[in-house]
Nanobody, 118 residues
């Protein structure tokens, strides 16, 4: 069973930066588009960003465009999310998962908490 482990969250002031990492077990990581998602208290989980299997194509939610950058290292089964110019509304638990059409999500990891103070 594939395991997903997110890390890198924390408490940061508005305007600050964080870099999240997500390690995925198994031997098929490099075959799939991967995404970052987030869930704020009392809200549904929402899409944040995604990256193609090769890293050549990315996609972002409008709310994070120009501030967040997704990247991946297939040799290390890792996907990253660089978050700059953080806002209080970015406060949420952040998760990564497979985001490939036609394929189900992996079992969700525990996520990593990001808290942005004003």
């Amino acid at each position: 069973q594939v395991q997903v482990v997110e890390s890198g969250g924390g408490l940061v002031q508005a305007g600050g930066s964080l870099r999240l990492s997500c390690v995925v077990s198994g031997r098929t990581f490099s075959l799939y588009r991967m995404g970052w998602f987030r869930q704020a208290p009392g809200k549904e989980r929402e899409f944040v960003a995604a990256i193609s299997w090769s890293g050549s194509s990315t996609d972002y939610a409008d709310s994070v465009k120009g501030r967040f950058t997704i990247s991946r290292d297939n040799a290390k089964n890792t996907v990253f999310l660089q978050m700059n110019s953080l806002k209080p509304e970015d406060t949420a638990v952040y998760y990564c998962n497979r985001d490939s059409p036609g394929y189900s999500y992996y079992t969700w990891g525990q996520g990593t908490q990001v808290t942005v103070s004003s």
